[in-house]
């Protein structure tokens, strides 16, 4: 019969397999006897049991501790040897801390010799008369010895393990919990833990998962309910992993968590493993950042490009028509032309269409460059359809017929009445009716449609019978200066802008534009907005210098033009008025409906609408019913203005003197304020 | 310099009329073209002293038709004076590059203009 090895060591610990009879080495034997006779029979008896032994004497304690210094299967000691002991045996066995299966065997034996032998440590207690007693009792004692071994062997191993799991979970890197999945608390916190949670390992012990987060997952589950589910996710013995938000101190820490249900142990224990994700989140969020700089750079590099490219193109637009200004404006001044001849009034014409250009060109350009800027104010009313387009349509009547081009309108009664600022609603129209014009042929015809554009919007379309525009040029169409070619009858025929501040002003209000075309089948231009507007445009509060002094009159002047503006405002600031700008017709309006006033000055070429229409606006307001309007301007000809309720027509450029004796003669005085 | 021949390029009618204008006033044969191909057309049936170039043409620009011009023997020293209302830095370096002999700005100076062509044909005719 074979020996089963229960546990095989390295000599480190020594032999841990259990002696059996018949065993392949003999038995490692030291047995501490007096009486030769004695050790004789001992070994005969273990020889006859079937035992090989390997044995050794020893009697004395001198003896006994060089023996000890070598591995021993078994020790089998007399009790009482003159001088010497099995007592005292078992002392210097138990003293070195050796493992070491020891039996006594006494030729006297007594029960309290017994009791004291067991006690130090004894397997048996055998008499010498009964030495068939002998083998039975060596195989327990090895048996006995064997499983002691074992079982040291295990609870060492168990101890070193945990030590081991101890300091792994200790000093990993990651934050960890133990956590009990049947009680739902935390059993333990790492040191990461701990860190991560800003807290003591008591206080994470016996919390649960969500009392350590948020209210609600970022998903918006609730966390206590996101968490059992994840926990019961695990007892079924799946290790889920998920992303988690966790809080502490309130602040807020994404995680990538993952409970690893440890079935193993036997009770249903966690490990949950957590990556604080706070880091990678801060570099993403640090790249996302210099990316997005680098795509503001190569944006704000462009945008400085197209800007020079805006100024060279200006610089060019500008100088065209001056050139026939001044050019021709010289050869007159000069006296190169016949004054009689009808030369001579042609190149007056060439100045005045030229000079006409040039101002439209200026307009278009402020308007852009308002738009760009944000400053120009949309205010949207509510506005009849029909009307509106009808006056837009009233204004190109005559250039339509000059070129019998039909002009026809489609309007859809379901977006008759929108809220809009009508004033760009029409300059919309215009600019695509008067491109539409320009471009169809004699005998064309022209339609503007207004119709629904789904529920909220509506869409205005203009379609022409015109030469078309070709795939290739369709996506610089509504960009400045950017005309096509259209052959030699190209040019002077706009200021390259108008298409691109079309663009401008829908967008700024919150629509699109585009356009349907094919050569030679006519174009299709249209721009969607918002049936009713919301006046994005920040409301700018008026522009106010405070008086000189305390109950000074205030004066609202109504100017665009920034020098204009600076020479009213010290003119009206020396003499002791406080003064407010308006730089529209739709801010001088609101400015007019906030406050009263105790005058105003009104100049009649406006960005949006014209003098008259701002004074038949203001006319019909209940506010400011008496203040006094001073209109200033280029062309001071009482009858522009004839019906108004207008004090008084100042020249520009605005001479201080009659600016204040006009305020004077209104009744409108102030004192001067004191010379500093 | 009476009856010398120009052309004049420019695809702004009026502009082109101006200029057409001045050159007569001052005794010189014009052509004049609104674009690069009608130039080319003007070319094969006249040759010019002088071509005023404006830059900014549609299709083949002033500076392409230098470029050609110049590099034709047949037209090469045909002097041209790049006439434009590209002002900007720069400008007067791509008009020379090209191979234009001189450069004028827009607007114009219709004093001094006459004499500036006047000048080059003089100088031409010291090195011819």
Redesign the interface.
Known sequence: MRAQPIVTRGARTGSLVQREPFADSPLQLLVAEDSEDDFEILLRELRKGGYAVSAERVKSTGELEDALGRAWDLLISDWSMPGFGGLQVLETVAARGLDLACIIVSGTPGEEAAVEALRAGALDFLSKDKPRRIVPAVQRALREAADRRARVHVERELRFSEARYRTGFELAPEPLLAYDLDRRVILDANAKATGLFQCSRDDLRSADLHALSPPRQPDGRMSSEAAAHYIGRALTGESPAFSWMFQAHGEMIPTETRIINLATVGRNLAQINISDLRERLRADEIRRRSAELETQNRRIQEASRLKSEFLANMSHELRTPLNAILGFAELLHDGQVDPASPTHKEFLGDILISGRHLLQLINDVLDLAKVEAGKLEFRPEPVEVPRLVGEVIAILRTSAAQKQIRMETQLDPSVAELTVDPARLKQVAYNYLSNALKFTPQGGSVTLRVKADGEHRFRLEVQDTGIGIAPDDLGRLFVEFQQLEAGAAKRHQGTGLGLALTRRLVEAQGGSVGVRSTVGGGSTFHACLPRHVIAMSRTRTPVVFPPSQIGARTVLVVEDDVRDQAQLVAALGDAGYAVEIASTGAEAIAHWRAREYDAATIDLLLPDMSGLELLAALQSEATNRRTPIIVVTVVPDARLVAGFPVHDILHKPIDRESLLASLARAGVLTLQPEKA | MAGERILIVD?????L???A??MR?NGYEVDTA??AEAALEALRNHRPDVILMDI?L??IDGLELTRRLKADPATHDIVIIAV?????KGDQDKALAAGCDDYI???????TLPETIARHLAGREVLS
Not at chain 2, 11 to 15: L, M, Q, S, V
Not at chain 2, 105 to 111: A, L, Q
């Open positions: 695809d702004n009618a009026t502009n009329k101006l200029v204008y001045l006033a609104l674009h900014q549609p299709g434009t209302a590209y002002a900007m700005t827009k607007p114009i100076d219709t004093r």
